[in-house]
């Protein structure tokens, strides 16, 4: 039985973008770009019509930023997300924000001209991360950012409580995120 085509959503605002990554993804045959958005609310009913396997998600984009949008899209529609952005760089705030609303992993945009190695390597994560079981994340409830009212795909807002002061730290690579999460869901 040939490997299933996975198919890949790409949000992201620059129309410059959506072709480099669209060509560079559509390259590979076990991937399928099955279509792109500008913004996070055009990316909302693309997921709904055409029912990605993977999204690619940028950052910095109109209307509301790409760690916002999937704090709030996990909960109420879980699938894989990678995320492609000038600001996603291994250790950067914006990283880490976006890994802990639920991304699967992350490549950076190059400063430079090289487009051929973040393409690979986009493509590699891509893979991995259709591979991923984000249920988890159906109907977790979340902290919004200060100011946010209500959920982009319900209207619904929901509240943690108070936070613990105490703080553990685990690390681990690629791939392993997904036994990192079962390891502290586990934890009291």
């Known amino acids: 039985m040939p490997p299933r085509v996975i198919r890949v959503l790409i949000i992201d605002d620059s129309p410059l973008v959506q072709r480099i990554i669209s060509e560079g993804l559509s390259k590979d045959p076990h991937i399928e770009v099955c279509g792109v958005a500008s913004d996070p609310f055009a990316g909302r009913d693309q997921i709904v019509k055409l029912r990605p396997d993977v999204l690619t998600l940028d950052v910095e984009m109109p209307k509301m930023n790409g760690v916002e949008f999937l704090r709030r899209l996990m909960p109420q529609y879980p699938i894989p ?59 977790r409830q979340y902290e919004p950012a200060p100011g946010v009212a209500s959920s982009v795909m319900t209207g619904k807002v929901a509240s943690q409580g108070t936070p613990s002061k105490k703080i553990c730290a685990i690390g681990a ?15 009291p």
Not at 103 to 113: H, L, S, T
Not at 173 to 187: D, F, H, Q, Y
């Open 81 to 139: 997300v990678v995320m492609v952005s000038s600001l996603t760089e291994r250790g950067q705030k914006t990283t880490l924000e976006a890994m802990a609303a639920g991304a699967v992993d992350f490549v950076a945009k190059p400063k430079g001209g090289d487009l051929s190695h973040m393409i690979d390597e986009l493509r590699t994560k891509v893979k991995i991360a259709s591979t991923a079981n984000v249920s988890h994340w159906k109907n």
């Open 173 to 187: 690579s690629t791939g392993g995120t997904e036994a990192l999460r079962e390891v502290i869901c586990g934890l």
